[in-house]
Structure formats: C-alpha cells, structure tokens
C-alpha cells in the first residue's frame, strides 16, 4: 500500500521510518515546509514528495499519517475523510474539547476510519494488563496507579503552546486507565507544583501534578506526572485487585534504583527517551494502521476514545486551577 506522511518533525520521521520497515507498504508520500525534512525522507525512504496537503491527498494514497502541529489537526483529519481516506492522526484530534467535538460529528457516518495514536494501547505490557483486568483474574479492582515522569521537560517553545501538563502528558495515563480497565472517569482531583524549570511557572503551568481519579465502579485511580525525572522515562501501571495485583513497566530498565540491601533489580541501563520505551509499540500501532487501511480491522482508537482522554485532561486543568473535584459532567459539551 501507498502511505502519506503530513509533517515530518520528530515524531513523523520517526512514523516514516517504522513504516518504511512493514512488509504491507511499499512507498511513501510526504509532505512538510521544512526542506531539509523532506530531503532527508527522499533520501532515506525514497519517498515521493508533494508541496502541500491537498497534493497529497490526490497523490494515489490508501492511507494518511499526520503528525503535523496539533492545531492542524482537524483540517488535515477532515480533509482526508472528505477524500475516503484512512487516517492516523496523533493526539490530540484538536487543541480543545469544541473543536474536538466538530470533528466527532464530521467523521461519524462518514464510513471513514479514523486512528487517533496513543501508542500504549500497543505495548505488550499494557495489553497484557488489559487481558488480565478483563478475564477477572485480578478480581474486582480497587486501586490503580499510572506514571509518567520524563528525563527533562521540553523546551519553552513547546511548553508555551502545549495546553499544560494534564492536556499533553498526563492524556497517556488517562487513556490507558480507561483501555484497561474498560470504565470510565466520572469525577477527578488534581494538584500540581513547580521544582524545577522556570519557564513553565511562567507559562502559567506546572512541572509536577497529581490527579485522583474515580472509576465508575467506584475505583481509584492515582495519576502522577512530572517533566523532571533525572534518572530517566519512567512509564508504569499498578493494577491491585481483591484476587491479585499487577505492575507494567516493571523491568530491568526501570529508571529507580533501590536501596534495599542485597538488591541487584533492576539491573539494566533506564530508558531515557520514549521512543526507546515504546519503539515496539510505535511498530505495533502502525501496523495496526496498516490492517484499517487494508479494512481488515476498525480504528482501534476512534475520535470518540481520545475526546474521553481530553475531557479528563480538561477536568483536571479546571481542577488544579480551582482547586476542587470536578465531575467530567461539568465539562462535556
């Protein structure tokens, strides 16, 4: 199959060269206004390139991977299901919860699939995880917590237009929370802190932060992000049940050391970079992509999934800035 590629920053170079690697593509079409972008995709993958978007979209291609800025977002989604052509499309499907909703109702009925990429719906742990909550070996849950703690906080220019903390990093423990344990947030808490870089108070975000979220069932699940992790990418998931209890990430290149005597664990060198930690996932999501273009499968995770995620965010944004629970009912649209 033939694949397009809008934006081919960090992420889409990185989407180019997974794709350029599965067996089901056999070329590539790409589009960026960085020169030196393309000419290094034309040079590495052979990759046709086209001046624009819309070029794209005519250029003979059964499927669009977008990783353009997220405020282009929507119209790139939209242009190509205009076209009938599958899309995989970073988080987040637009900037706000509005916007977001516009294109639900543009794309459903369209007959169109659209992927929104959360990559760790793909990484083996977390599937696993996701099996043992829904063979019920875990029993009834009562306590999940989901981390993500980064080597270094990105740069200012990032941190400015990111929408905070909640919006950009902790959406991946929102969504995993809600894959795995199949329920949905009804009411979150959240609390937040500066330590370390400056820039990000100044942007009116915070470098650290804390959600306490309630499941449907009655479930709580403990979120903690933070952008300064010196040891490196730490990702994990605690899933404790009244039969048994469970942890993802929970390998050698774990970046924690212990300090109990006699403990070699974990022995291995700590991830530092996401893409090391979920290389494998990337692999496995587009492949997935590759089965919708095909339509050997639906999206596995729709529009509808990722505004779930964004509406968490939201409530705990709403929820860190006033300091007060709020129930996801007060910011669905």
């Known amino acids: 199959m033939r694949i397009g590629i809008m934006g081919l920053g960090r992420i889409g170079s990185f989407h180019a ?3 350029a690697g599965l067996d089901g593509v056999d070329s590539l079409v790409v589009t960026d206004p960085v020169a030196a972008a393309v000419a290094t995709a034309t040079e590495r993958f052979g990759a046709t390139v086209t001046d624009s978007p819309e070029a794209l979209l005519v250029a003979g291609v059964d499927g669009v991977v977008i990783a353009a800025a997220t ?15 599958p899309v995989f499309c970073e988080k987040p499907v637009a900037r706000g919860v509005e916007e977001s909703l516009e294109v639900l109702r543009a794309v459903e009925g369209s007959g169109v699939e659209v992927h929104i990429g959360y990559n760790r719906r793909f990484d083996a742990g977390f599937a696993a995880a996701r099996r043992a909550v829904l063979s019920g070996e875990l029993g009834d ?34 969504d995993i929370v809600r894959w ?12 937040g802190g500066n330590r370390g870089a400056a820039y990000i108070r100044e942007a009116s975000d915070v470098d650290t932060a804390s959600a306490l979220l309630t499941l449907d069932d009655g479930t709580i699940a403990v979120i903690s992000d933070s952008r300064h992790n010196a040891r490196g990418h730490d990702v994990r ?20 050391r212990s300090v109990e005597p006699g403990t070699a664990f974990p022995a291995g060198t700590p991830h530092t970079f996401f893409m090391d930690r979920f290389a ?31 509406l968490t965010a939201e409530a705990c944004t709403l929820s860190l800035r006033e300091h007060r629970p709020v129930r996801l009912d007060e910011v669905r649209k």
């Open 280 to 310: 494998d996932a990337y692999r496995a999501e587009l492949t997935a992509f590759t089965e919708v273009v095909a339509g050997t499968r639906t999206s596995p995770c729709t529009v509808a999934d990722a505004i779930e995620a964004s």
């Open 180 to 191: 795995v344990t199949g329920r949905e947030v009804v009411e979150v808490y959240a609390t």
């Open 237 to 256: 998931l605690e899933l404790h049940g009244m039969k048994d209890s469970i942890a993802v990430g929970l390998e050698d290149r774990l970046p924690l």
């Open 17 to 19: 060269e997974t794709l």
């Open 71 to 85: 405020d282009a977002h929507p119209d790139l989604i939209l242009a190509a299901v205009r076209a009938g052509i």
């Open 141 to 174: 849950l009562h306590t999940v917590r989901s981390t993500t703690l980064d080597p270094a906080p990105p740069p200012p220019a990032y941190v400015a237009v990111s929408g905070g903390i909640f919006r950009d990093c902790g959406v991946h423990d929102f």
